[in-house]
């Protein structure tokens, strides 16, 4: 099987890394991207600007490969949007790659043991894996490799609205009054779905902060804008973040200016709501019920940032290692649990923690953290790098830790994850023993 290319799943920011990395270390990389260009999903959310510095998304090998070709690098201490994240790395590093490596257009639909099932012990780890992909014609094509790593990301798999994990009731219905994105209000036609009309924000992450951020500036410009905060939390704790705690400045700096609008009364915050239906209004509004019986009524249009979760329904021939909570690989679970730890930060992990039953198989990126928040850049490139060196027979440098991630300067008290701390000190954050503690849940990575 060393003659066979290693699949890589998605041709976003990790997924190019791992084939940087491979390439680095003499394997053969073969990139399947369901999109039309390299960053298609980063690409949909190009109006977002990020709170990691250009230093801390090239990743490593992806630099030296892109230098070795003219690349003319952004400077490292400023801020890109997605748009340009994409524009000015992602697409020129898919295009240094080659075509040949990075197939565009190609959607993975099913992974599995070549003529095993996952049931079927007998001769399963003398055979390669086999990746069933669809181009874009409809044709069907099996590639088999050696390795397999799952770079595809939780972007196209938003978390429902409702508060219990399921649609709310009436949710599906085809409304047309619900966006899962953090809203482009530079967009003409978007910012007239918002502008003197009602929205709800339904979330606790860094996404949430942003959507609050923008519709407040909205306000102040459009009369009539009406902004309420849904939060599943009892009471607003540590939703700002460190601030200037915070070691990513931009990141501390975006809740300073959602407490300020907040502060500022340019919306209304409704802790304790978890919504369990959307009703339509005599009005022909919407009406958002929560659990306890609560309501949130004359509404126009809702952003539900809850979140995302991972994609799993064309792994299910392959033997994964999951958290039953998180649905993340069990070894990297523990670091990443918000129940569990205040500050959000995580610490740096590898292949160790990324293996599953099924040799050869890792998932990397925003997916490994399953439903898990707070996902850096820095992360992923650590995790591939790791993976990689490992797949290469390198197994000292897979093992070996060489990140430091940047702390988040939240630190709280003993608690729940998604409701309020006590005063009381604990986990991540130093305190003798661990205990749970409340953390809110950001949307997007970075």
Known sequence: MSELPVVVVGAGPIGLAAAAELRERGLTPLVFERGETAGAAVAEWNHVRLFSRWGELVAPAARRLLDSAGWSAPQDDSYPTGQEWANDYLVPLGKVLGDDIVRLGVEVV???????????????????????VRHADGREERVLARAVIDASGTWGNPNPLGGDGLSALGETAGLGVISYRMPDLDSESVRAR????????????????????????????????????????????????????????????????????????????????????????????????????????????VVALTGFRPDL?????????????????????????????????????????????????????????????????????????????????????????ELTLPETGVCGGAGVFDEPETAASGGCCGAPAPQLISLGAPHTDN
Not at 110 to 132: H, I, N
Not at 345 to 351: A, E, F, I, K, S
């Open 110 to 132: 099913g992974v599995a043991r070549r003529g095993r099932d996952r049931v079927v012990d007998a001769g399963r780890e003398g055979q390669p894996l086999s990746v069933r």
């Open 313 to 401: 329904s064309w792994l299910s021939e392959i033997r994964l290692g999951l958290d039953p909570v998180l649905q993340a690989p069990i070894g990297l679970a523990p670091l990443i649990d918000p129940n569990v730890h205040s500050c959000g930060t995580v610490y740096p992990h590898g292949v160790k923690e990324l293996s599953h039953p099924e040799p050869g198989f890792y998932v990397v990126g925003m997916k490994s953290y399953g439903r898990a928040p707070t996902f850096l850049a820095l992360t992923g490139y650590e995790q591939v790098r790791s993976v990689v060196a490992e797949l290469a027979g390198d197994h000292e440098a897979a093992a070996r830790v």
């Open 194 to 301: 918002y502008a003197g009309r009602h929205t709800v924000i339904a979330g606790g992450g860094h996404s949430a902060l942003g959507a609050i951020v923008a519709l407040a500036a909205l306000a102040k410009q459009e009369p009539g804008t009406r902004i309420s905060w849904a939060l599943r939390r009892g009471e607003l704790g540590n939703v700002f973040g460190g601030g200037e705690a915070d070691e990513l400045a931009e990141r501390g700096a975006l809740g300073r200016r959602a407490k300020e609008a907040v502060d500022a009364g340019f919306l209304e915050v409704v802790t304790g709501f978890r919504t369990a239906a959307i009703e339509t209004d005599d009005d022909g509004r919407i009406a958002l019920a929560s659990e306890a019986g609560t309501r949130i009524e004359g509404v126009d249009q």
